[in-house]
């Protein structure tokens, strides 16, 4: 079974140890840069992710990675570290210029305040 809600419309990049969270970072200077860690066991997480792959719009300048943190538990706690964002699942972190510019769990993910902290960039 996938962990994508909708994997045929959403452009997810599978976050893994092969990708370097460095290079992440150094991406969203160019660009933001999302990341949304998701625990594949928590329905609460599945609820999350789908509501936000429902309201967003694909057509936002933002790259979008997705972390299974079950499989890549490591990784997201690096992730933790390396942002100094208290890990949570499900979460999203958004990045531009290379810092955490927004961090939310569970119901608190909110698309209007993602697209807000966007605009205040």
């Not at 079974?1 to 990708?19: G, R």
């Not at 299974?68 to 979460?91: A, K, T």
């Not at 510019?101 to 608190?108: F, L, Q, R």
Request: charged share 20%; glycine share 2%.
């Amino acid at each position: 079974m996938s962990w994508f809600t909708n994997k045929s419309a959403f452009p997810w990049i599978q976050l893994s140890t092969e990708n370097s969270l460095d290079e992440i970072i150094e991406l969203s200077i160019q660009k933001p840069v999302i990341l949304f860690k998701h625990s594949t066991r928590c329905s609460i997480s599945s609820m999350a992710l789908s509501r936000f792959e429902r309201e967003w719009d694909t057509n936002e300048n933002v790259q979008l990675y997705y972390l299974d943190l079950i499989s890549f538990r490591q990784l997201s706690n690096e992730i933790s570290e390396v942002l100094n964002v208290e890990h949570q699942s499900p979460q999203l972190i958004l990045l531009n210029h290379g810092k955490v510019i927004y961090s939310a769990s569970h119901n608190g993910i909110n698309v209007q305040e993602i697209q807000l902290a966007l605009e205040k960039q």
